[in-house]
């Protein structure tokens, strides 16, 4: 309602920031104003201070956060909000500004916004993640003037704005004033088109120009590019009577100029090379007198999907993409710039490539952000209707709504370079109005491809699943074919893309590439198989990626009484319903640290990729659009992890999407036969060249020596097996060294492991049915029960019983080589009733002063079965504290697969454990009673005692979560397992 037209955000310029401190009242509804409230300046009795941008749900206001995932928050039904709705008064004073025309701006209010300035109502808007502005000339007085707005939490369009996050309220962007003349630009559209074949670009700029009155005739829009500027004039307003008003009828387009600018040989635009150029347009008068003016920055550019494969500027992209929710854990949804900035450093800086706004559109300063460092986007609208996902927009009330949601995305970012895609939304069904909404893009901008999951949601959701492979195995319907360009599943299986891309190459039956709009969901401990997508995604080109879900964890930082930090989640602020941590699913914690799981994807998109083979080395370029000119690749020989030789490559010109192989002799000196020799190769960006950012500086995101890629090939791969014990002979105990002794005392038989979130949450109605989880506690592996123990010398038998009387069988027999050496062997038996277990191995505790850590194995950082591609092996060194990961739920971490030895210090002694066929092992101050007890992070502290596992069998960790389980060849099943190790004391060096 009087809401102005949305436009390029340029022409939007925050010239006053009404940013800061605002007067504020919580009211129980919008009913419950107090009368004249929008016409009392502050500061105002019983009344507080604010901070604007913010969510008042985080500052103290007794009204909270609320998240579910898909229910709504509250019982009404559609399209009906509660009258319990927690709403928000703001006030604050500006001075009228000079300028004709003054016009506010606010950046996102959620849910409902309304608008008063001096008592008199402006307008009012929904739409939570666009802005709204108002024009408040009308309205102004000389000197101070009020502005009072209202914020309801909820309306009728949160039943759109269903999205898995946190419910909140207030003015959570940024709020502005800024003025112009009684003739101003209204809009200005960029289409900066790049032709790969010949090199040249195009630009053309539509100047839209409105005025309080009429548009004379003589103005003009001057567009200046490359040191050249050009006019254009802008069609007077029509003659209203008369044969002029007859002509103008079918000859009047509306005050829009129109100029064009040929760019030969341009430097184009891309993610990996997002060179930017400056753009300025002025509206100018009949005298040349320019009256506004506008700066931009536009990217030269072509998407375009052919042969099921999506091209930028001609060449095939492999989409290594993240979903991204705005989310700070003080803030909400209130994010700063310099977080946005942060964000996509730390997402450049793991070979990240694109973003789906997940799920609405973000701040326009996070386009500008991509445009410069260089990041694709899909777009996303403001249209989740989760709760009535088949029926809302079926329903017809909330068309206007959507089409309008979907215009207004469009209208405001289509001048980006970043912007490759739009999206119609997510989980809202396939309705008429997708269709409608996918054409008026299409009328509008048909530079660009559109997207939208609920349009192939029967082929491919759980529906999908249902009826079999052979509806996805079709030509799509003219429906299907009109609202979606890209076949944009969420959590399908490797096993469905790679069954679908084989049909889809026999059959040619469909024309449209599949980018994965989410997969390998990242809750917790997770992203386990992600590189058997990888791996789906370079041997099929029809594969074009995907986008992770997702990027950030949504923790809320709380604080115990003492002081120490935690992360809440749903139902921590009383918020009934709610869908526990299943908003706890990030690459990066709620501060935006890494996960271990990050370095696994960061090599499987890695730009570059090194081989060798019989005395020869090939590098592969796989950039789509940049050489290798601007990268060093050095490499490492090295024996059981020890450096014995290192140099660097000399690259020759390698062009992208090619190879090339040449001779590389590597000296490889004599090693001992129980040894083995690994060749690594490390890709890092040179100082001072660079293609991402301009030519000779750093780029923007990148660190010192900011490595890129790194492959390792095992020259000579010896020690799998350990040495026969050096005697067979049992020997007694007795006289073992203490450390041993008690080692062997406390050695027990553990199937246990504190549930990562894909085995099952435990928060919530979902611990009911999620995962194996309930099925492990249905079988007591948790709290096995010894009912027979036997010694006879050096062997030790158990027998220990789960709920159901089932029997775990283990044996261990010692075979002590000397007082500070002993071999042990071990079995165990798993009943066939537990078909799918957390691990097999056995457990012994430590004193804690063990400390400090070491291993030949996988690392650096911990390692599963199905999440170990990215790992290298080597000589790691730590420390047993250092092995902790936060997850905001504790769960199962610090494992390490594959390993050869590890050992525990203490400064005066060392434990070493040698494992015979690369066993797994994990050393943690915080051990698996207290990690599955706790569900937040100030319920578990480190213990006084170091816990170790020698494990045979660690089950993977899948994305069961959210989508397919652990591959079945990394779970643990029933049956004999037989594993052997070492362990020795040796004295700490001198």
């Not at 004379?216 to 254009?232: H, L």
């Not at 850590?853 to 420390?879: I, N, Q």
Request: proline share 7%.
């Amino acid at each position: 309602m009087s809401r102005l037209p949305m436009a390029n955000h340029r022409v939007r310029p925050p010239e006053i920031m009404l940013d800061g401190q605002w007067d504020f009242l919580l009211v129980d509804s919008p009913a419950a104003a107090p009368d004249g409230w929008n016409m009392r300046m502050p500061p105002l009795d019983g009344w507080r201070s604010i901070d604007v941008p913010g969510v008042w749900t985080l500052q103290d206001t007794g009204d909270h956060p609320h998240y579910t995932n898909i229910v709504m928050p509250w019982d009404e039904q559609p399209p009906h909000a509660p009258d319990a709705n927690p709403t928000g008064l703001y006030c604050t004073t500006f001075d009228r500004p000079d300028g004709d025309r003054v016009v506010v701006a606010f950046g996102g209010a959620e849910s409902l916004l309304a608008v008063w300035c001096n008592g008199t109502f402006v307008g009012m808007g929904k739409d939570s993640r666009l802005d709204s502005s108002f024009d408040l000339t009308p309205h102004l007085v000389d000197g101070e003037n009020l502005l009072s707005v209202m914020v309801p939490r909820w309306s009728d369009a949160t039943w759109i704005e269903d999205q898995d996050h946190w419910f909140h309220g207030g003015l959570h962007r940024s709020v502005w004033l800024y003025t112009t003349g009684s003739q101003w630009i209204e809009d200005v559209v960029f289409d900066a088109d790049y032709d790969h074949q010949t090199g040249d670009g195009t630009l053309a700029a539509t100047v839209e120009v409105a005025a309080t009155g009429v548009i004379p005739a003589g103005w003009q829009a001057r567009v200046t590019f490359g040191g050249t500027s050009k006019d254009a004039d802008v069609p007077a307003s029509p003659t209203p009577t008369g044969i002029h008003a007859l002509v103008d009828a079918y000859d009047f387009h509306g005050h829009k100029a129109h100029v064009s600018f040929a760019a030969p040989d341009v430097e184009p635009w891309s993610a990996e090379s997002p060179v930017l150029h400056d753009v300025r347009v002025d509206l100018v008068d009949a005298d040349g007198v320019s009256h506004q003016s506008i700066d931009a920055k536009v990217g030269f550019r072509r998407v375009g999907i052919t042969g099921r494969q999506l091209r930028v500027n001609g060449a095939p992209i492999l989409v290594a993409g993240v979903n991204r929710h705005d989310h700070d854990p003080d803030t909400g949804k209130t994010v700063s710039v310099e977080d946005m900035r942060a964000e996509l450093h730390t997402m450049k800086q793991h070979n990240i490539n694109a973003v789906r706004t997940s799920h609405y559109p973000n701040d326009p300063a996070l386009l500008d952000l991509c445009d410069e460092l260089g990041l694709y986007v899909i777009d996303e609208a403001n249209v989740e209707s989760h709760a009535r996902h088949d029926s809302l927009l079926h329903s017809g009330v909330f068309d206007a709504a959507v089409l309008e949601r979907v215009r207004r995305m469009v209208l405001r970012d289509r001048s980006h370079a970043c912007v490759i895609g739009w999206s119609l939304g997510n989980e809202s069904g396939h309705a008429p109005v997708h269709n409608a909404a996918a054409a008026w893009i299409r009328q509008v901008d048909p530079t660009r491809f559109v997207q939208y999951e609920g349009g192939i949601n029967n082929s491919w959701g759980d529906r999908g699943d249902a009826a079999g492979p052979g509806s996805r195995h079709r030509t799509p319907s003219p429906g299907e074919r009109s609202i979606t360009d890209v076949i944009c599943p969420m959590y399908a299986s490797v096993e469905q893309i790679t069954e679908w891309a084989e049909w889809v190459e026999q059959t040619d039956g469909d024309d449209r590439p599949l980018i994965l709009c989410e997969f390998n969901h990242a809750m917790g401990n997770s992203n386990g198989g992600l590189d058997q997508y990888w791996e789906a995604f370079r041997s099929h080109t029809a594969l074009g990626g995907g986008f992770i879900w997702d990027w950030r964890d949504q923790g809320i930082r709380q604080a115990t009484e003492d002081g120490e930090e935690w992360w809440a989640y749903g139902g921590h602020f009383g918020d009934e319903p709610n869908d526990g941590n299943f908003c706890i699913n990030g690459l990066v914690d709620p501060d935006g640290i890494p996960h271990p799981a990050m370095r696994e994807l960061k090599w499987l998109a890695r730009p570059v990729a090194v081989s060798y083979d019989d005395g020869a080395v090939t590098v592969e370029n796989r950039r789509s659009h940049t050489s290798l000119d601007d990268v060093a690749i050095s490499w490492q020989v090295e024996s059981d992890g020890t450096p014995m030789g290192s140099g660097e490559l000399e690259l020759p010109a390698i062009a992208p999407g090619e190879s090339a192989t040449w001779e590389l002799p590597i000296p490889t000196p004599r090693i001992m036969p129980a040894h083995e020799m690994t060749l690594t190769f490390t890709t890092s960006l040179k100082k001072g060249s660079d293609p991402f950012f301009q030519k000779g500086v750093r780029p923007l995101w990148a660190e010192d020596d900011q490595v890129v890629a790194w492959d390792q090939v095992v020259l000579v791969r010896n020690g799998d097996e350990l040495a026969p014990p050096s005697s067979t002979e049992t020997v007694g105990t007795q006289g073992l060294n203490p450390l041993l002794a008690a080692i062997v005392d406390c050695l027990r038989p553990t199937i246990w492991r504190a549930p990562v979130d894909n085995d099952g949450v435990a928060q919530g109605w979902m611990s009911e049915i999620s995962g194996v989880r309930p099925r492990w506690l249905a079988w007591g592996i948790d709290q096995l029960r010894v009912v027979e123990d036997e010694t006879d010398g050096n062997t030790r038998r158990r027998v220990l019983h789960g709920a159901n009387d089932e029997r775990l069988v283990h044996h261990v027999e010692l075979v002590v080589e000397s007082p500070t050496r002993v071999h042990v062997r071990e079995t165990m038996e798993v009943p066939a009733a537990w078909d799918d277990i957390p691990r097999v191995g056995s457990t012994f505790e430590l004193d804690g002063r063990f400390q400090q850590l070491e291993w030949y194995g996988l690392g650096p950082d911990e390692t599963y079965p199905d999440r170990r591609a990215g790992s290298v092996l080597g000589h790691w060194k730590s420390t047993v504290a250092d092995q902790w990961h936060a997850y905001v739920v504790p769960q199962e971490h610090g494992h390490h697969h594959e390993t050869r030895w590890f050992s525990l210090s203490n400064g005066g002694a060392t434990l070493r454990i040698s494992c015979d066929g690369n066993l797994g092992f994990a050393a943690r101050n915080h051990h698996d009673d207290a990690l599955t007890a706790a569900t937040t992070l100030a319920e578990v502290q480190p213990a006084e005692t170091v816990e170790v596992h020698v494990d045979a069998g660690m089950r993977g960790l899948g994305t069961g979560a959210c989508g397919p389980d652990a591959a079945p060849e990394f779970r643990i099943g029933p049956g004999r397992y037989e594993w052997s190790w070492s362990m020795e004391v040796v004295a700490a060096a001198p």
